[in-house]
């Protein structure tokens, strides 16, 4: 059964721009989550994804946003992005309901540079 | 809110040797997951062991361990016979069972290096 996947791994980008990054959870897992990993402030949660729908949103500015498609793949996009925005970008799935306590399982992450 | 806490940025073990690493945590909820994670220089995030928080027996996972100590708040992992893998950033996490889906609140991490 493959594992989380993230794409791209890498990618570098300027003051201004935007970004999307990917991620494909693993098969029959209905529960995509988002993390930013920065050496100063750790892993920060930054939203949930489950069937669609936005279930849970962590406290980072409206420059981050995210999607879910039916078949559960999920993306993530910041816009204006600013130096600040580098950072380690950690995708999680899990089955997902609530309460379930299942097994998250992360990919190997995006790294983001901005310059 | 709830807050998780790693008081020790770094710790250092012989190989062959047990190693402690510390987690406390801070919530008002009653029914709650909590997880060890390591996290190697690829920076893939492995569990390595979880604990539910209803349950009063202790997780194992082969080498692994924790020590779960509900009304204090605490959440150790202790690694016996320490392998030179095991070296790595060790996170320590809660999921709430109750509403918040699969949010996970990490602590700060503890670097874990194995000496030979």
């Known amino acids: 059964k493959a594992g989380v996947t993230q794409t791209p791994r890498y990618l570098i980008k300027t003051r201004g721009q935007q970004v999307t990054l990917s991620c494909s959870p693993i098969?029959?897992?209905?529960?995509v989550s988002w993390y930013q990993q920065t050496p100063g402030q750790g892993l920060q949660f930054l939203f949930e994804y489950f069937s669609e729908t936005q279930r849970n949103k962590g406290n980072f500015p409206g420059r981050f946003s995210g999607r879910q498609f039916s078949n559960s793949r999920s993306e993530m996009n910041v816009s204006t992005l600013e130096l600040g925005d580098s950072a380690l970008y950690l995708c999680a799935s899990s089955w997902g309901p609530r309460g379930s306590g299942n097994t998250i399982y992360f990919g190997e992450g995006s790294w983001l540079t901005v310059v | 809110a709830q807050t998780v806490t790693q008081s020790q940025p770094e710790m250092s073990v012989q190989e062959a040797e047990t190693v402690t690493l510390s987690c406390t945590y801070d919530t008002s909820e009653s029914d709650y997951y909590l997880f060890w994670y390591k996290q190697p220089p690829s920076r893939q995030m492995i569990l390595v062991i979880r604990q539910e928080a209803y349950k009063q027996q202790n997780a194992t996972e082969n080498r692994f361990s924790v020590n779960f100590q509900k009304a204090a708040k605490s959440f150790s992992l202790k690694i016996s016979d320490s392998q030179l893998g095991d070296a790595a950033m060790y996170f320590c996490?809660?999921?709430?069972?109750?509403?918040?889906?699969?949010?996970?609140?990490f602590g700060e991490g503890t670097q874990l290096t194995v000496n030979p």
């Open positions: 996490a809660y999921r709430s069972a109750g509403t918040s889906g699969s949010r996970l609140t």
């Open positions: 098969s029959g897992h209905r529960s």
